[in-house]
């Protein structure tokens, strides 16, 4: 039965989407460069889903943009079904000229979730998710302020293409600025701003010297004097006052103290009383920054307030500055109870920047959250409330979250909490980039067709991929981490059949990511304390760094310490997860037939090969054979050109017809890839290798190019 005839406020374009696109694939409009005429016109609806911000987060280069879920079908199915994929595709844009870069893919499974309202009678509808995408910025020194604008292609149930100026079906397209955070001073920064004739006399060496960076320290706050001569009339008193206000108002500050104070103002020609007055009004004021949005990344069990500044200045100097803070504190209502628990603060240091753009510029607050205890099974889907309370330059209150900050406001948001088993402590979500259930952990190993990366864009949508140099494997802690250890069983089931447990040293980032921590499991017994969340910003559990091509399997296994050196285990280990690995290139080979190794050839002459690819594991991708370089010719590309399937033994021959080519040095290049997800990276293209065969083609003798062409590197070498 189609999803509309369930419910008739889904369309048939949405339910039938994939036919449509299958039958014209511009049959909504959006996608011209098919050829065929549009059948009915649907271009960015956001009936069913939107983009609602697009942010960034300074602690960590992760991009975030949050997605409303605004309907209870639509969505392909149940929570217990696949559901569909809500793809979102990053773009970046550092005004200099270059356009926009493209960064990647990100996603989330979408589900028909019924209507509900929760203990406030409040709808639970929109449901608000993120999805995240890292990402190394170009950075400037602090002098330059560094505000690209970012790009957010939402699409529904098929993956934008890498082009910026595409438009989905069901989805949206959101630009917004975004503030890199500044890189450290260099040595070439400082000698731009040496006068020519000055830098000559310096040692000749130094001018050369690479991105060598000075250490500063950290500056010091601006005091309220120079930020009264800073800002004049343009920002009030009560604003940059604040911390002098609320000592007095909250601290108790005695007489003598008080009247210091208001002497200091005076001389600053600064309205002490007029600045308690309007402080005393103020009631979340967001004149200057304001919360925005505020959704749980489904992928990564974290959650994201986004919030944007919006005008130039008040925030206690620029970007060479201190600067000031934005405190963003996380409350949950897991279990809708109306009765709040609150996570945790997160700080994001904001700066006065002169030239901010007109629509502000958004900043991403990032808290893990542990929802290990608070899952439910797919057959009962779980709504919770979150809430966010956004404080300029002072925590908001850690006791009552409803108290309205002086600066900042308050925004509750609905989350859907990831399916999954209540209690269970030994879990594993993620390995190699790919969600658990996304791979065939019973039989081959590979991921399953039109598997999507963990938190991205689609592998491959009809074949299976292995897995290839460090694996990740990813779970969350438990509550009460440091109460709990586990360690990570392997078995190789083509070699001795012997399990071993994991024991090697890795490396796992802060949630400040301002610090590493170097992870030891203990080398008799492979038992590794749990590392909670605030410290294990990516729930990493293991980097295993397996070689070969064989087939494994692993399991993790966790316990207790009630005592020294006696571990007891805590529930049932995981089952036995099976995974393929494929860490050989396929092997190429390129064989001359009508020419000698980079000899002579003529404009004219038709050269002829053999070639090989062979890949033993049978996981190639495709292979290519090209003509380099290309500027000037051939005419008409070698033959055959490519293909997907491996090539071995004869005659498997390579021509190329050499009329209309530039007499020069060429070299025939082939090269082959693996499918095979490699590193825990986001592409499916893995190990790979090539095969070269030069030559240098002559025009006939005694015509006007013979003496105007040189041997190419290709014949040289």
């Known amino acids: 039965m189609r999803l509309n005839e369930l419910d008739p406020e889904v369309p048939a374009t949405r339910t039938n989407f994939r036919k449509l696109l299958a039958k014209n694939p511009n049959y909504f409009g959006n996608f011209p460069e098919a050829g065929k005429e549009p059948v009915e016109k649907i271009i960015e609806d956001i009936t069913f889903e939107a983009i609602t911000c697009i942010g960034f987060s300074l602690l960590w280069d992760l991009l975030e943009a949050t997605i409303a879920i605004k309907l209870p079908t639509g969505y392909g199915g149940a929570l217990c079904t696949a559901g569909t994929r809500e793809y979102v595709r990053f773009f970046i844009d550092y005004g200099d000229g270059s356009g926009f870069q493209d960064l990647g893919l990100a996603s989330f499974s979408s589900h028909d979730i019924p209507n509900a309202d929760d203990c406030r009678k409040v709808p639970e509808k929109p449901l608000y998710y993120t999805v995240t995408r890292s990402f190394t910025p170009n950075q400037k020194y602090c002098v330059f302020p560094n505000l690209p604008v970012v790009r957010g292609i939402l699409s529904w149930n098929v993956q934008p293409p890498s082009n910026p100026n595409w438009t989905p079906v069901w989805g949206n397209v959101v630009d917004q600025h975004v503030q890199i955070a500044p890189r450290f001073l260099l040595l070439g920064d400082l000698l731009e701003l040496i006068p020519k004739d000055a830098l000559s006399r310096l040692p000749s060496w130094l001018p050369n010297v690479g991105p060598t960076p000075i250490p500063l320290p950290d500056p010091p706050p601006v005091d309220i004097a120079t930020l009264a001569q800073k800002y004049g009339s343009s920002v009030p008193a009560h604003r940059f006052g604040l911390s002098a206000l609320t000592q007095v108002l909250n601290n108790g500050v005695g007489q003598q103290e008080l009247l210091s ?409 082939l090269q082959a890839w693996e499918l095979s997800i490699i590193n825990s990276g986001d592409s499916a293209q893995g190990y790979g290798s090539s095969a070269t065969q030069g030559f240098c083609l002559r025009a006939p003798k005694g015509s006007s190019e013979w003496d105007q062409c040189e041997v190419s590197d290709a014949c040289d070498a």
């Open 261 to 669: 104070l208001r002497n200091s103002w005076s001389k600053l020609k600064l309205d002490f009383d007029g600045a308690i007055d309007e402080f005393e009004n103020l009631n979340g004021n967001t004149q200057w920054e304001e919360l925005v949005c505020l959704g749980l990344e489904y992928n990564f069990s974290r959650l994201v307030a986004t919030f944007k500044i919006k005008l130039p200045s008040g925030f206690s100097g620029g970007l060479c500055q201190l600067g000031s803070s934005e405190y963003v504190t996380f409350w949950t209502d897991w279990d809708d109870t109306c009765q709040w628990t609150i996570l945790g603060t997160i700080a994001t240091q904001v700066h006065d920047i002169a030239d901010i753009p007109k629509d502000g510029l958004t900043y991403s607050a990032v808290i893990p959250v542990n929802l290990s205890t608070i899952q439910r099974l797919c057959d009962s889907p779980k709504i919770s409330r979150v809430r966010a309370v956004l404080s300029w330059n002072t925590p908001s209150s850690t006791v009552n979250a409803d108290a309205l900050p002086y600066f900042g406001n308050i925004l509750d948001a609905h989350v859907q909490i990831p399916p999954g088993v209540t209690g269970s402590i030994p879990q594993i979500v993620a390995v190699g980039n790919v969600a658990l259930g996304d791979i065939d952990t019973t039989v081959s190993g590979t991921t399953l067709p039109g598997a999507n990366f963990f938190g991205g864009g689609i592998i491959d949508s009809t074949r299976m991929c292995p897995f290839g140099g460090q694996i990740n494997i990813i779970g969350p802690a438990p509550a009460n981490a440091s109460n709990y250890y586990y360690r990570i069983w392997v078995n190789n089931l083509d070699g001795p059949g012997q399990p071993t447990f994991l024991t090697n040293t890795f490396l796992i980032e802060s949630e400040s990511s301002t610090s590493s921590t170097v992870v030891k499991p203990d080398p008799n017994t492979g038992w590794t304390q749990y590392t909670s969340y605030e410290y294990n910003f990516g729930s990493v559990l293991q980097q295993w760094v397996p070689s070969g091509n064989d087939l494994w399997e692993f399991y993790l296994e966790v316990a207790t310490l009630p005592s020294p050196g006696n571990y007891v285990s805590s529930g049932s280990p995981t089952p036995w997860y099976k995974i393929q690995l494929d860490n050989d290139a396929p092997i190429c080979s390129l064989t001359p037939i009508s020419i000698p190794s980079c000899g002579d050839v003529y404009v004219g002459d038709t050269l002829t090969g053999t070639f090989t690819v062979v890949d033993e594991e049978n996981h190639l991708d495709y292979w290519s054979l090209a003509v380099i370089p290309s500027s000037g010719g051939p005419v008409s590309p070698i033959n055959p050109s490519s293909g997907t399937s491996p090539v071995s033994g004869p005659p498997n021959e390579w021509s190329l017809q050499t009329n209309g080519m530039v007499p020069c040095g060429y070299t025939v290049l």
